[in-house]
């Protein structure tokens, strides 16, 4: 099975322009822990984690202050990401590996969607489901 087949296609992005407000409301409509940010191309140049603002609350000390900064200064920039044609094992293998809460999935430069480890999780299972079921 291929990301094409479990990612989202319908995901919220930021701009160079959100801001941490734009992100943690994003965060909280569509339950996304993370949340990716790209540029006029919809090419992504960062991922923004609820762990990343967590720390930046930390370092600021308040969450009032940070609010109207933008998100993108808090991101982690040149994220990983993968082909739509890539393989849900080794897409998870990399997630797992690097600690990854999502994954952008770029086509042509462009975002094409994103994944959660929980979807890869899933269609695994699935998979093995389909894969017991087609011995039996």
Same mark, same amino acid.
């Not at 930021?14 to 090419?43: C, G, H, N, W």
């Given at each position: 099975m =291929? ?6 296609v319908?995901? #919220?992005?930021?701009?160079?322009? !959100? =801001?941490v407000?734009? %992100?943690i ?5 569509y339950q996304?822990?993370?949340?990716? /940010?790209v ?9 923004l ?7 930046? $609350?930390t370092l600021?000390?308040s969450? &009032?202050?940070l609010? @109207?900064? #933008?998100a993108?200064?808090? &991101? !982690?920039?040149?994220?990983?990401? &993968? !082909?739509?044609?890539?393989?849900? @094992?080794?897409?998870?293998?990399k997630?797992? !590996?690097? @600690? ?5 999935? $770029? ?5 094409? @969607? /994103?994944v959660?480890? $929980?979807?890869?999780?899933?269609a695994?299972?699935?998979d093995l &489901?389909e894969? %017991?079921?087609?011995?039996?």
């Amino acid at each position: 099975m =291929t990301l094409r087949e479990v990612l989202h296609v319908h995901i #919220p992005c930021l701009t160079e322009e !959100s =801001t941490v407000r734009d %992100a943690i409301d994003k965060m909280d409509v569509y339950q996304f822990p993370a949340l990716v /940010v790209v540029d006029d191309q919809m090419a992504p140049i960062g991922v923004l984690t609820e762990g990343d603002i967590c720390r930046a $609350v930390t370092l600021k000390g308040s969450l &009032a202050e940070l609010g @109207g900064e #933008p998100a993108v200064i808090h &991101a !982690s920039k040149d994220p990983a990401t &993968a !082909s739509p044609d890539a393989e849900i @094992g080794d897409a998870l293998h990399k997630m797992l !590996s690097s @600690g990854l809460t999502l994954l952008p999935i $770029v086509e042509d430069d462009r975002l094409a @969607g /994103v994944v959660l480890r $929980v979807d890869l999780m899933q269609a695994m299972l699935l998979d093995l &489901a389909e894969d %017991a079921g087609e011995t039996q």
